[in-house]
């Protein structure tokens, strides 16, 4: 499928725009981390072919976010922010600034839309697939980096078990995501 230029360049300042409230939220090492997400979904969606029948990722897309959501809930119980400041050396904003507010409502909220987008076989869909699966597939195993910049011996990082069953179900939407047919999709994002 041939993706416009306009669309092409919507998706790049969108990860552009993610990645710099990333910087201000988490400020630059977390944002490098970020990058694999973000830049490396756009990148995917630029180089695969994607943007076919909602069926083929319906399903690992629903399973992720769960586990997604799983995986938030043991960051948080476990002291993930926490953890990730003492390794950056920033401190954790509060959940309520706007650039951690901001940065929600723009990754998480366009994920939300995946479906409906995906659905009616919008190119910028599969762009916030790839985005998504990339940051649960790829973005997500720095959990098992985190615990080399640490001064204790290599162990459990918060949120690192759940990430063993999260990463898998994304790397299985990316698979599905870059085998779908795309001879019907459509090239314009409205």
Known sequence: MKKQLSIIIAAFLFSVGILWLGYAAFGL??????????????????LLPSNGD????????????????????????????????????????EILSWQVI??????????LLIPYLVKRQYAIGSYLAWTFFAAMGITELAH??????????????PGMASVVILAPF????????????TKNSHSVWT
Request: charged share 15%; aromatic share 22%; glycine share 8%.
């Open 29 to 46: 090492w977390t944002t490098l981390i970020f990058t694999s997400g973000f830049l490396g979904g756009f990148i995917l969606w630029l």
């Open 170 to 181: 994304a790397w299985w939407g990316m698979y599905r995501l870059s085998r779908q047919d």
């Open 102 to 111: 901001l940065l929600v409502l723009t990754s998480v909220g366009a994920w």
């Open 54 to 93: 909602y069926k083929a990722i319906r399903t690992p897309y629903f399973i992720t976010l769960g586990l997604f959501l799983l995986h938030r809930v043991e960051e948080k119980v476990s002291g993930f922010f926490d953890a990730l400041a003492e390794i950056t050396k920033v401190s954790t904003p």
């Open 144 to 157: 098992f980096i985190f615990p080399l910049f640490t001064d204790r011996p290599y162990g459990y990082f």
